[in-house]
């Protein structure tokens, strides 16, 4: 759920893998790197300092992480560009940046997830161990709160939005409790939500499957900032990005996002050749191919180094056929 450690002592997620599968396309002079996930800079940094030739498009929907990222990026600045947008705002970035929508970046990098900044600062309302305003908002400029959702939403869309975005079994019961409670006093803190979900789950399920409030806090996040439908349309315009060579590492923190990943890589590495035919047509055959075997997960050195990288699953792949020319 998280993409890096906050701090001085900030260790960028896979940081190593990362480079491996990135570097290659990389490596010469004007090359174009897009971070889709900027945070606090610390995977850009890496980039930058390894080839002297980068360029850089940063983009990250939360203001602050965009000050702090550009105050560490600063040695960089005539080789970086960063924007104030979702990662499905690439497209839009890119022709603010001067380049082309498509076939110009050379690599990017999506490191999904909540980062470890708004992890960590209490206030903004991601974390279940504090109390705090139930805010989640990754832009805080923008948008509903996690207040909104649980004191405006219905039963109904309560339900679904604990059930499709957290895999909660008890979805319901937590709905109807929100509810309930929400009709003497809306909910404004953490608290008051966690309290609840020990009060509603039963006691034999909250001793499995790690904290109980996990599940209800990861699927108002992501209904809170939209993070499913976001990817959804930021993958296909990522992928279109790339140019003969490029290449694109995607990092998911949950069962949810990767399964998006998969799904919208599965149609770019395959053939696009009619399966009764023997030979494949020009053309048509797959777009990418993956350089990873499945999703990878972090090594246990590198779980060490970091605790934050042990739900990863990283995927990527490389372009392999020119994308065919759009009329604009």
């Given at each position: 759920?998280?993409?890096?450690?906050?701090?001085?002592?900030?260790?960028?997620?896979?940081?190593?893998?990362?480079?491996?599968?990135?570097?290659?396309?990389?490596?010469?002079?004007?090359?174009?790197?897009?971070?889709?996930?900027?945070?606090?800079?610390?995977?850009?940094?890496?980039?930058?300092?390894?080839?002297?030739?980068?360029?850089?498009?940063?983009?990250?929907?939360?203001?602050?992480?965009?000050?702090?990222?550009?105050e560490r990026l600063a040695p960089f600045a005539d080789r970086i560009t960063?924007?104030?947008?979702?990662?499905?705002?690439?497209?839009?970035?890119?022709?603010?940046?001067?380049?082309?929508?498509?076939?110009?970046?050379?690599?990017?990098?999506?490191?999904?997830?909540?980062?470890?900044?708004?992890?960590?600062?209490?206030?903004?309302?991601?974390?279940?161990?504090?109390?705090?305003?139930?805010?989640?908002?990754?832009?805080?400029?923008?948008?509903?709160?996690?207040?909104?959702?649980?004191?405006?939403?219905?039963?109904?869309?309560?339900?679904?939005?604990?059930?499709?975005?957290?895999?909660?079994?008890?979805?319901?019961?937590?709905?109807?409790?929100?509810?309930?409670?929400?009709?003497?006093?809306?909910?404004?803190?953490?608290?008051?939500?966690?309290?609840?979900?020990?009060?509603?789950?039963?006691?034999?399920?909250?001793?499995?499957?790690?904290?109980?409030?996990?599940?209800?806090?990861?699927?108002?996040?992501?209904?809170?900032?939209?993070?499913?439908?976001?990817?959804?349309?930021?993958?296909?315009?990522?992928?279109?990005?790339?140019?003969?060579?490029?290449?694109?590492?995607?990092?998911?923190?949950?069962?949810?996002?990767?399964?998006?990943?998969?799904?919208?890589?599965?149609?770019?590495?395959?053939?696009?050749?009619?399966?009764?035919?023997?030979?494949?047509?020009?053309?048509?055959?797959?777009?990418?191919?993956?350089?990873?075997?499945?999703?990878?997960?972090?090594?246990?050195?590198?779980?060490?180094?970091?605790?934050?990288?042990?739900?990863?699953?990283?995927?990527?792949?490389?372009?392999?056929?020119?994308?065919?020319?759009?009329?604009?």
């Amino acid at each position: 759920m998280n993409r890096e450690e906050h701090g001085p002592r900030h260790v960028p997620v896979l940081l190593r893998r990362a480079d491996e599968l990135l570097g290659p396309a990389l490596t010469e002079p004007g090359a174009v790197y897009v971070d889709a996930t900027l945070g606090l800079g610390g995977h850009a940094e890496h980039f930058l300092r390894t080839y002297p030739g980068l360029r850089l498009v940063g983009l990250d929907r939360d203001t602050e992480a965009l000050r702090l990222a550009g105050e560490r990026l600063a040695p960089f600045a005539d080789r970086i560009t960063l924007v104030h947008t979702r990662y499905d705002g690439i497209a839009d970035a890119l022709a603010e940046a001067g380049l082309p929508r498509a076939g110009a970046v050379s690599g990017i990098l999506m490191d999904l997830g909540v980062s470890s900044m708004q992890l960590d600062e209490a206030e903004r309302g991601f974390a279940y161990s504090v109390d705090a305003p139930l805010d989640m908002r990754m832009d805080p400029t923008a948008g509903l709160t996690a207040a909104d959702v649980l004191n405006t939403y219905s039963h109904g869309d309560l339900a679904r939005v604990l059930k499709t975005y957290g895999e909660e079994r008890f979805a319901g019961k937590i709905a109807s409790e929100v509810v309930r409670r929400r009709a003497k006093k809306p909910f404004t803190t953490s608290a008051e939500l966690v309290e609840l979900l020990y009060a509603t789950i039963p006691a034999a399920a909250r001793r499995t499957g790690g904290h109980p409030a996990k599940r209800t806090f990861q699927a108002l996040r992501v209904e809170v900032n939209g993070e499913l439908d976001s990817l959804r349309a930021a993958l296909p315009a990522a992928l279109d990005a790339l140019r003969l060579g490029g290449r694109i590492v995607v990092m998911s923190y949950q069962s949810l996002e990767d399964r998006v990943v998969k799904q919208e890589f599965a149609p770019r590495i395959a053939s696009r050749t009619p399966v009764d035919l023997p030979v494949e047509l020009p053309g048509m055959g797959p777009e990418f191919r993956m350089l990873t075997r499945g999703a990878e997960k972090a090594t246990e050195t590198e779980i060490e180094e970091n605790p934050r990288a042990a739900p990863v699953r990283m995927r990527a792949a490389e372009r392999i056929q020119e994308k065919e020319a759009t009329t604009p």
